[in-house]
């Protein structure tokens, strides 16, 4: 039998009131749950945006430089002096006990820039970018690095004494390199220290500082100078670098590793003469030896130590090429095919 019509009413009333209470619970639920997740604390993140870079060298030891983290995802910008001949890379966060491999995005030798990518980070701090086209000479600056490769950042006070420098800095083999555009400050540098921020008053990063470092030596410099490539350059070379525009003086991607190191051009003026050959690599497997003359790469002539690392950088990781050398035992002409590793 049908409810009389006022009973239904309340029947009605009452379950608009249950659905009422129910709608402002779910709500309230929503709201707290909303409250506690923007409570929740974010990680914390990790370093103070300038980290240390160990590297492994072909057949030379280590070598040790600094970094300035540009993402928090582990995109780091340094020398590339300090990731030369590199075959493997290393990003430490000082004071964290956090360390991570790392490879190469890219560079450019003619501004000693490169850029590194560190794996398996999410969470680290970055540096905060100036405007290097704002400094002055006179204007005070800090230096800050891992000053002889000590494991530990440490900072140097000084005053930028000139600005558009240039300089030439020279390698082992005998190889030079002219850098221009750099400022010049007293802050002291040390070996390790490269690769570091240049602060200015505000702790914003106006120059990446460059020093002398192991196989790598300026000439013609005061040791009291300090020498920094602008933050503008250096960014803008990174940009093009992650953006994947290769030119004739910025490499994209990791380099081709042969593994040979080169001595001092022939006394023929000719080829590049073998000085060491790493163990186990492409070089080795090929049957290169200490004393051998490379005189053509993939075809092309070798002329000069210069010659044959051009021809390297051009070249892609996994790439096979033909190397012709002229044996130091026998005195004959060999070749042989090699395929490029990373390094």
Not at 77 to 85: K, M, Q, S
């Amino acid at each position: 039998m049908a409810a009389p019509h006022g009973e239904r009413n309340t029947q009605v009333r009452s379950a608009r009131t249950r659905l009422l209470v129910l709608a402002a619970t779910l709500l309230v639920l929503v709201g707290i749950g909303a409250s506690l997740a923007l409570a929740a604390p974010r990680p914390a993140r990790l370093g103070t945006g300038v980290v240390i870079i160990e590297t492994s060298l072909a057949g030379e030891g280590q070598a040790e430089g600094t970094g300035m983290v540009l993402t928090s995802s582990g995109r780091v910008l340094t020398n590339n002096h300090v990731i030369r001949g590199a075959t493997t890379i290393r990003v430490v966060v000082p004071g964290t006990g956090r360390s991570y491999t790392a490879n190469v995005l890219g560079y450019s030798i003619s501004k000693d820039v490169a850029v590194l990518r560190a794996r398996g980070v999410s969470n680290l701090r970055t540096v905060s970018l100036g405007n290097s086209s704002t400094l002055r000479v006179g204007h005070i600056v800090k230096a800050t690095g891992n000053a002889g490769g000590r494991g530990a950042l440490t900072s140097s006070t000084g005053r930028v004494t000139a600005l558009r420098r240039a300089i030439t800095v020279s390698d082992e083999s005998g190889g030079g390199q002219r850098l221009t555009g750099l400022i010049e400050t007293s802050a002291k540098l040390e070996p390790g220290d490269s690769g570091g921020p240049l602060f200015d008053l505000g702790q914003k990063v106006i120059g990446m500082n460059t020093a002398a470092t192991v196989g790598y030596a300026f000439r013609g410099t005061r040791g009291t100078d300090g020498y920094a490539v602008p933050i503008n350059t250096a960014v803008a070379i990174a940009k093009q670098i992650v953006a994947g525009r290769a030119s004739a003086t910025v490499h994209v991607g990791e380099t081709a590793f042969l593994g040979v190191s080169i001595g001092a051009q022939d006394s023929q003026g000719a080829g590049a003469l073998v000085a060491g050959v790493v163990p186990g690599s492409a070089a080795d497997a090929a049957g290169l030896a200490a004393g051998d003359l490379i005189t053509r790469l993939d075809g092309r002539a070798v002329s000069s130590p210069a010659t044959l690392r051009s021809a390297i950088l051009r070249a892609k990781p996994g790439a096979s090429v033909s190397v012709t050398y002229v044996d130091a035992t026998t005195g004959t002409t060999q070749s042989a095919t090699v395929t490029l590793t990373s390094g």
